[in-house]
């Protein structure tokens, strides 16, 4: 019954195809530069961000940067706004140790009225996989915006 799990095993410790197979994390996705020796690390110079006051149906822009400080290529699978308003950019290609990178992140605040806390969440080949940043604003309502230019 644990003949093939057995079988695995014995290959891994015997250096049968060590190296050949791209590894897989548990949530699906391939490890290719967890392959290599060493882990990549980010490490941001701002993980949180506040936009402050803004007028309602402006875009926002904000870029956080990073270095990967660990000693293997760091590669972004994914980034994720944690709504449709909040959406990011971010390298394909992976960042060598050492090197440096950015996220930039857009918040459309249309219909956003009221303080907002918005998230990006990336997923990579560090440890742990999952990373988040986070953006605030407080978005003021078009009326209101403008009765104080009115003034």
């Not at 530069?33 to 980010?42: E, R």
């Not at 950015?102 to 907002?116: D, L, M, Q, T, Y």
């Not at 806390?117 to 953006?135: D, F, G, S, Y």
């Not at 407080?138 to 104080?148: G, L, P, Q, T, Y």
Request: net charge negative; charged share 20%.
């Amino acid at each position: 019954m644990f003949t093939a799990c057995d079988d695995a095993a014995s290959k891994i410790d015997g250096g049968e195809g060590a190296g050949t197979e791209a590894s897989t994390s548990a949530d699906g996705m391939s490890n290719d530069a967890n392959a290599a020796s060493g882990t990549p690390v980010f490490a941001f110079t701002e993980e949180k961000f506040d936009f402050g006051n803004i007028d309602e149906g402006t875009v926002a822009k904000h870029t956080f940067e990073f270095t990967n400080t660990g000693d293997a290529p760091l590669i972004i699978y994914n980034a994720q706004g944690s709504c449709g308003c909040t959406v990011p950019d971010w390298p394909r290609e992976a960042i060598a140790p050492g090197a440096t990178g950015e996220i930039k992140v857009s918040f459309n605040s249309a219909g956003r009225v009221g303080v907002n806390n918005k998230q990006v969440t990336l997923t990579a080949n560090t440890i742990p996989n999952k990373r988040i940043i986070n953006i605030t604003s407080n978005v003021i309502a078009k009326a209101a915006a403008n009765a104080e230019t009115a003034e």
